[in-house]
């Protein structure tokens, strides 16, 4: 029997056209993220914008250009839908996993990571390092998209993935709990292998262009910089969090 080939836009996750947004939405598919046309007043588009808020699903305004680069059908009808891969889980799903196997927890916070090859090359490490959780934001952030799956090479499989609308918030929540938050920071205060990852620690990890927020880098209880012994003084933020999770692995070994 001939196997059915699946369309580029069906095999990436990419739902196009406001019938099949619309009924997506009613199926309840995990939806990711939806981008609308700007200035785009059609009442169907309004009422899948409400329909998707009221599932608690991010909703992006996006301009023309924007949507015709990202549409495979070249018949978007003004919105675009992103499928999830599974489900998001809870920050407190995380956290009782680690309790659940008696370990100090070890968490991953993506601090707006827009690039969904650098977020499943950091789930996968997570998932390899045996972290028991990543964290992203709700917005200014790649999801759970099938790109961000076949980077991580089956790692969301493994890995819970939360997502928050406000990080400084989380983070201070987490020390609260007596986690210590680490912060990744080419000026950072402590040296790497000066860091005690031993206890509970979330190692944050800022964004591709402009490393953490403002904010959230004053959420963290410290400041790490990793060595640089060349002439460039950054890394791609997958490599940076790899350095950090298995120098933890490492303490605790």
Request: proline share 4%.
């Amino acid at each position: 029997m001939e196997e059915r080939r699946i369309p580029a836009s069906e095999a990436d996750g990419i739902i196009e056209g406001r019938n099949a947004v619309m009924e997506a939405l009613r199926a309840g598919t995990a939806i990711d993220k939806i981008y609308l046309q700007k200035g785009e007043t059609d009442k169907t588009l309004g009422h899948i914008a409400s329909k998707a808020r009221a599932a608690g699903t991010v909703v992006v305004e996006a301009d023309r250009r924007k949507l015709d680069a990202m549409s495979r059908t070249h018949a978007h009808q003004g919105v675009i839908a992103l499928s999830a891969v599974r489900e998001y889980a809870t920050v407190e799903d995380i956290l009782r996993a680690a309790e659940a196997k008696g370990e100090a927890p070890l968490l991953v916070v993506c601090d707006e990571l827009s690039d969904p090859h650098n977020l499943g090359a950091v789930i996968r490490t997570a998932e390899c390092a045996g972290a028991h959780g990543v964290i992203i934001p709700k917005r200014r952030s790649a999801g759970l998209t099938a790109v961000v799956a076949k980077t991580s090479a089956g790692a969301v499989a493994h890995v819970p993935v939360a997502r928050v609308p406000n990080l400084p918030a989380l983070l201070r929540e987490l020390k609260d709990r007596g986690i210590w938050v680490f912060g990744t920071a080419a000026d950072g205060a402590t040296s790497l292998y000066d860091a005690d990852l031993k206890g509970p620690a979330a190692i944050v990890i800022g964004s591709e262009g402009g490393g953490m927020g403002r904010l959230v880098a004053e959420s963290c209880d410290f400041l790490v910089s990793i060595p640089m012994r060349g002439k460039l003084n950054s890394l791609n933020a997958s490599a940076a969090a790899a350095i950090l999770l298995y120098e933890a692995v490492r303490q605790r070994l």
